[in-house]
């Protein structure tokens, strides 16, 4: 029956061919009764403390197994602030290895934005203060390591950090109990219940695949709902997962905001293609579904991105409709009014490729792997360019992360050939599909030193990354 449901975004991807590595067998999402209750990371405010420790959870069932965190169990907590205010985080390393934090979306000073030369040692503490000068929006933190992001990040070290505005409170979008954050990751299970994050020699290239699919670290989760609008503040902190998300029950549901915040209007869609890194915010309104109903949040088949995932479909939670409710909210015509970008000084090319072959750092940008003390790229502070991220030649899928600035897309050429709905809207970080070209326009406001990088974090930690300066 999945075979039936195929997505213009599903059509469009099957188009393409010639995939390296389509006949590889890729890990199948395992199955299994959605029982345990989501856990909802607690909220914090931007004046706190994050210890990054080992930390137990109880992951597949009800006992307890060693992972990461920042405080007690999994995942860190969400820190909420309003634009305007400043942040003041003490990083308490108490890991036996360094760590950093990156403030993904963030648009905050270099010295405070984690990058790869700035770590913590064990037993060190690194005081962020920055602040806050952006839209409302859903970002998210989590370690930024020279060539072991991807480790970190798996075994438990990522949050979720909300912006909120006036501008976005006037909306009166759902909230309280009707706005949930979902971060979602795939997770390979040890026989002892642990997170087993060893790649395989494959997974190192095209990037891990865990069979477990955990949301905010609940294995199988399930949420009560009533007849009501809620809205879902959506992570992808997969290592390399895409979700085409979807819900079982086919209604359309409304894409508000992406990466940078909110868009123009409400986006209906049916689907939302989601690489790592990306956030999507959505409103689904459950007074379609009858008291009783299970509506599942699923993966739809979208056919192979390369390491050839995306040929299955998964179930990612479940949202047992509970109660009736009368819901007073009524969906906005327009969200947010921001300016298009249309003109720029300056365009830049930046060719992605994947080498079998090559000795080390399979994953190039320009033919070149990341190296610390090499800028890449030097941009004047206040301009406005044009990149393009070219993978017409690559079959792997990249979602391309830009550190210190948003973009608008343009053009995406090849490949799947359009732009898509959570694409209307400020982005940083975007999925160049195999045999895509994808131009953006990037706003550089902030100077210093920054990285610009593939966010599949095994490509990340391989050395597709580049520093780029503002000055
Ligand atoms: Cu979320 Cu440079 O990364
Ligand atoms: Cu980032
Ligand atoms: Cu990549």
């Not at 088949?301 to 299955?312: D, E, I």
Request: proline share 4%.
């Amino acid at each position: 029956s999945t075979a039936t449901i195929l997505s213009t975004e599903s059509i469009l991807s099957s188009c393409m061919s010639g995939m390296h590595h389509g006949d590889t067998v890729v890990p199948q999402v395992n199955s299994g009764l959605f029982i345990n209750p989501l856990k909802i990371p607690k909220t914090v405010s931007g004046n706190t403390s994050l210890v990054a420790q080992n930390t137990t959870e109880a992951l597949m069932s009800s006992s307890k197994v060693s992972v990461l965190g920042y405080g007690e169990g999994i995942l860190g907590p969400t820190i909420r602030v309003k634009n305007g205010e400043n942040v003041n985080i003490n990083l308490v390393n108490k890991l036996s290895d360094h760590t950093n934090i990156h403030w993904h979306g963030l648009k905050i000073p270099a010295d405070m934005d984690g990058h790869p030369d700035q770590m913590v040692m064990p037993n060190e503490t690194f005081n962020y203060k920055f602040k806050v000068n952006q839209q409302a929006g859903t970002n998210w933190y989590h370690p930024h390591l020279h060539e072991s992001t991807a480790e970190q990040v798996t075994l438990g070290l990522a949050g979720l950090f909300i912006v909120e505005s006036d501008e976005e409170k006037a909306l009166g979008l759902p909230k309280d109990s009707q706005e949930i954050p979902l971060i979602i990751q795939d997770k390979r299970i040890k026989a002892d219940g642990s997170i087993n994050y060893q790649p395989t020699m494959k997974e190192i290239m095209t990037g891990y695949l865990g069979e477990n699919i955990l949301v905010n670290g609940t294995s199988k989760p399930f949420l009560d709902v009533s007849t009501r609008f809620y809205r879902l503040r959506i992570l992808n902190a997969s290592s390399a997962r895409i979700y085409n998300l979807a819900l079982s029950n086919k209604a359309e549901f409304y894409l508000i905001g992406s990466d940078g915040g909110l868009l123009f209007q409400p986006e209906p869609v049916r689907n939302v293609l989601i690489s790592t890194g990306e956030r999507v915010d959505i409103l689904v309104d459950f007074s379609l579904a009858k008291v009783g109903e299970v509506v599942f949040l699923k993966s739809e088949p979208f056919f192979t991105m390369g390491n050839a995932q995306g040929n299955q479909p998964f179930d990612i939670m479940a949202f047992h409709v509970k109660s009736q409710a009368t819901d007073t909210f009524k969906l906005p015509n327009s969200l947010l009014n921001f300016s298009k970008l249309s003109a720029s000084t300056n365009i830049r090319s930046f060719t992605l490729t994947m080498d079998h072959m090559a000795k080390e750092g399979m994953h190039k940008i320009n033919n070149k792997i990341y190296k610390s003390n090499r800028i890449d790229e030097t941009v004047v502070l206040g301009s406005v360019e044009t990149w393009d991220f070219d993978n017409s030649i690559g079959d792997e899928a990249h979602p391309m992360h830009i550190h210190g600035a948003n973009f608008q897309l343009v053009s995406r050429m090849g490949g799947r050939n359009a732009i898509f709905p959570h694409e209307k809207a400020w982005k940083d970080t975007v999925l160049v599909g195999p045999g895509e070209k994808v131009r953006v326009m990037i706003k550089f406001e902030i100077k210093g030193k920054f990285v610009l990088h593939c966010h599949n974090l095994e490509h990340e930690d391989d050395g597709m990354m580049l520093n780029f300066e503002v000055k």
